[in-house]
Each structure stands twice: as structure tokens, then as C-alpha cells.
């Protein structure tokens, strides 16, 4: 872990990074979610290249059992958490669904009623619009589980086989 914690410090300085989190899971200490946002993709791009080269890197997939780097766009009303306001014990549910839901908003709007709620972003994996993740934020993580839960039982979601990974911040 203390690979991963140096390599993000670097990226996280990088030009066009405004904003950097860590998240542990909830189920496997082995688990991590690395959240940034970028000023560009260029910028992300550059900085991912950069990391690729790195003896840093090297050493930290080295490591690993295993590894997935997957780049997000935003897109709906939010483009950021920048600036959210997280409560002391903040937890994270990424949601990734199998093709794309033609209103996500108003199929994810539950998500806003929730106990907890904090905040949710929409995301399209980049060169790939048909994709669609959430990266929802609750104030505990019980009322994450509450979401991920009330989120299985929605029937116009099941077509779309959400797979929702608890983090903690």
C-alpha cells in the first residue's frame, strides 16, 4: 500500500489534477479506488503515460494480484465532487451497469432520497458512451448498503445488472 500512497502523491501534483481521493473497500483491505478529476484528458493522458513509465509504478504492479485502469468523462448536472462537503465517516458506492440506461437520472434519482446522501456523478467510460457508472457518496457506509439494497429491488434497473463496490474514504 505504500507504493500506491507515493505513486498517487506524484499524480495527484501532476498539471491539470484538481482533485485526488483514495477509497479502501468495504469488503477487501486489498481493494483501493483511486478517484482524480482533470482539467483534460490530454492532461490525464499525459500524466497516465508518465506514471507507465515510472520504476514507482513498476514495482507497485509488480505487487498486485491484479489491476484495472478505466478513465471516466462526467456527464448529467454534475461534473465533479469538488468542493462536496463529506461527513467524518464518508463512504463511496461505484455502480457500474451493463449498456446504458436512456434516462440514468431519472432511473438514479432514488439515489438523492436516500438517507445519507450526499452526491452522485454520472460517468461514461472515455471512447466508450455506451458504458455507464455512478459514483454515489453517503455520509456512513449503512447507508450506502441502504442504496446498493433499495437499488437491486428497482426493477427497471435489474435489465442493466448494476454492480455496486462499496469504498471507504
Not at 505504500?2 to 481493494?31: Q, V
Not at 514507482?56 to 462526467?74: C, I, Q, V, W
Amino acid at each position: 500500500m505504500r507504493l500506491a500512497r507515493e505513486l498517487w502523491e506524484i499524480l495527484r501534483r501532476k498539471k491539470g489534477c484538481t482533485l485526488s481521493r483514495l477509497y479502501r473497500s468495504a469488503k477487501d483491505d486489498a481493494l483501493w479506488l483511486a478517484y482524480s478529476e482533470w482539467s483534460s484528458l490530454g492532461e490525464l493522458a499525459g500524466a497516465r503515460r508518465e506514471a507507465a513509465r515510472s520504476p514507482l509504478n513498476r514495482r507497485l504492479h509488480s505487487t498486485l494480484g491484479a489491476s484495472s485502469e478505466r478513465a471516466f468523462e462526467p456527464f448529467g448536472p454534475v461534473h465533479s465532487v469538488h468542493g462536496v462537503n463529506f461527513a467524518s465517516a464518508p463512504a463511496a458506492m461505484l455502480i457500474d451497469f451493463e449498456g446504458e440506461i436512456e434516462q440514468p437520472e431519472e432511473a438514479l434519482a432514488f439515489l438523492a432520497q436516500a438517507p445519507g446522501y450526499i452526491s452522485h456523478i454520472l460517468m461514461h467510460e472515455v471512447g466508450k458512451s455506451g458504458t455507464l457508472a455512478c459514483l454515489a457518496h453517503f455520509d456512513r457506509a449503512d447507508h450506502a448498503g441502504q442504496a446498493a439494497q433499495t437499488m437491486a429491488e428497482k426493477e427497471a434497473l435489474r435489465e442493466f445488472k448494476p454492480a455496486a463496490e462499496l469504498f471507504l474514504v
